[in-house]
């Protein structure tokens, strides 16, 4: 058996808003429920004028997603991630900081030509967003990823596959 997953990430269009968190935070990891950023949750303008739905963090894998984009999650019902209140200076639109609660894997195959990755199916636990162990990808399944485009979310973009085998 096998089912078919996808990354996702911020697109980096063109002018978009990066942000950078008032409070130190280590880059090299995920965040987590009892990190500094998710009691200080507010950050600044480093870059560009223009907030898409969502607005990755300067020089890092993390990103804040618009209450548009929440709104689309909560409304699918969709599991695997938490979110908490966040405010960018000057900004008037809300966000949310994003906490990707649920793993997976190891990966036990990988092909960068075709940009596939595999991994044990039974490490999955039915979460609909999740992460691979040992990355920072967020993954999700078809029906997030087809919830996201029929609400034409801005600045997100899905990898190739992520292939649970069991």
């Known amino acids: 058996m096998k089912q ?11 002018r978009e808003l990066q942000i950078e968190p008032a409070v130190h935070y280590y880059s ?3 965040l987590e429920e009892n990190d500094p950023i998710v009691s200080d949750s507010r950050y600044t303008v480093s870059k560009g004028t223009k907030p898409y739905d969502i607005v990755p963090y300067l020089n ?6 618009s209450e548009r984009l929440k709104n ?15 405010e960018i200076e000057g900004v008037t639109e809300k966000y949310y900081g994003w906490l990707n609660i ?3 894997g190891p990966i036990v195959k990988e092909d960068r030509d ?16 999740f992460h691979l ?12 990823k087809e919830a996201i485009e029929n609400a034409a979310i ?13």
């Open 28 to 30: 090299f990891k995920l």
């Open 4 to 14: 078919i997953f996808y990354g996702f990430y911020p697109k980096h269009q063109w």
């Open 133 to 144: 162990k040992g990355t920072y990808t967020n993954i999700c399944t078809k029906e997030v």
């Open 102 to 104: 649920n793993e997976a």
């Open 154 to 166: 801005t600045n997100i973009e899905f990898s190739s596959e992520y292939i649970g085998v069991a």
């Open 114 to 129: 075709a940009d596939i990755v595999w991994f044990d199916l039974n490490t999955w636990k039915d979460y609909d967003v």
């Open 72 to 86: 689309v999650l909560e409304e699918g019902q969709f599991n695997g991630f938490k979110c908490f209140p966040a």
């Open 60 to 65: 890092w894998s993390q990103f804040l997603i």
